[in-house]
């Protein structure tokens, strides 16, 4: 990877997690109070409505659980992506792979905030947020295609293990969130989670989104295609994280209500252990840059024979 271009990364990353330093901390610093009225929306939905700090003006619920994805980002996801920063500067591949994963991570959730929360004084922000995740991941991508993508791991790529775990999650975002889609459609929006929104934003981008991504790159990884073990090497890092900032929210808003949703939490549980253990392994299968599997010729052997 060139020098400059090297840097460049290295800059949209070192920003993206500067501005979600800054996004996330208001969130779990400036949310207010903690005061909050009975409201009915216009659905005749009953619910608890928070009325100050950044996230006035949405579900008690939805803020309990967007705090506790807050602190995740807060704490772990912008280091995170800070330290990956430094080695894309470095030109390094597991850096640039990692980087690009976390990238997408913070591009899921500030698209998700952008569309979710209730409009507010972070609103500009989570758009330069998720347009400049995008704009990395773009740039890191491009970076990876010019240097070519065969041979980049060796034979220890788990690609079995890969497909299985996020194949099996897919299935589970499927049936979990069809189920909610039913009991919405049903009537019943309380149940189906809808408090004060319009519509179901994290289904919907997890259906239209994350659950084709899952199934494409675990396809692709699966038969063994160099840009599957590519895509998958950036994905398991943003399903790693995303996962984990579930578990965050599933405890927040515990915290909060006092209601343990613990089927959930096992299943994501479940998912940042073997996901976890996925990621090593890929991880530890890269090959540094610089170098490819079949490549190191003796230059010697390369040269012409010269006669005395």
Do not use: H
């Not at 400036?30 to 579900?59: P, Q």
């Not at 704009?135 to 497909?163: H, K, N, Q, T, Y």
């Not at 038969?223 to 398991?236: F, K, Q, W």
């Amino acid at each position: 990877m060139k020098r400059r271009n090297a840097l460049a990364a290295a800059l949209i990353c070192i920003a993206v997690a500067g501005l979600a330093a800054v996004a996330a901390g208001l969130g779990v610093f400036a949310r207010g109070d903690g005061a909050f009225e009975t409201v009915t929306s216009v659905r005749d939905v009953t619910y608890r409505m928070a009325t100050d700090g950044v996230y006035a003006y949405n579900a008690e619920q939805v803020v309990a659980e967007g705090v506790g994805w807050d602190i995740f980002t807060l704490f772990v996801a912008v280091p995170a992506l800070a330290v990956a920063g430094w080695f894309v500067a470095g030109g390094s591949l597991r850096g640039r792979l990692a980087a690009a994963g976390l990238l997408g991570y913070f591009l899921y959730q500030y698209l998700e905030y952008a569309v979710t929360w209730a409009f507010g004084p972070l609103f500009p922000l989570f758009i330069a947020i998720y347009a400049a995740s995008l704009a990395g991941i773009v740039w890191l991508g491009v970076s990876l295609a010019e240097e070519g993508v065969p041979r980049r791991f060796d034979e220890r790529f788990p690609r079995r293990a890969f497909a299985g775990l996020n194949v099996s999650l897919a299935v589970l975002l499927a049936l979990m969130w069809a189920a909610r889609i039913a009991t919405g459609l049903g009537g019943d929006l309380e149940a189906a989670g809808l408090r004060g929104e319009t519509t179901m934003v994290v289904q919907a981008l997890d259906l239209g989104l994350v659950l084709p991504t899952a199934l494409f790159v675990s396809i692709l990884a699966w038969r063994r295609s160099p840009a599957g073990y590519v895509l998958a090497a950036a994905y398991t890092v943003t399903g790693l994280a995303m996962a984990s900032a579930i578990a965050g929210m599933l405890l927040s808003a515990w915290a909060v209500t006092g209601v343990l949703e613990l089927p959930p939490l096992l299943i994501f549980g479940a998912f940042i252990l073997g996901s976890a253990i996925v990621t090593a392994r890929i991880y530890r299968s890269a090959i540094p840059s610089g170098r490819r599997i079949g490549l190191e010729v003796d230059v010697r052997l390369t040269l012409p024979a010269v006669e005395a």
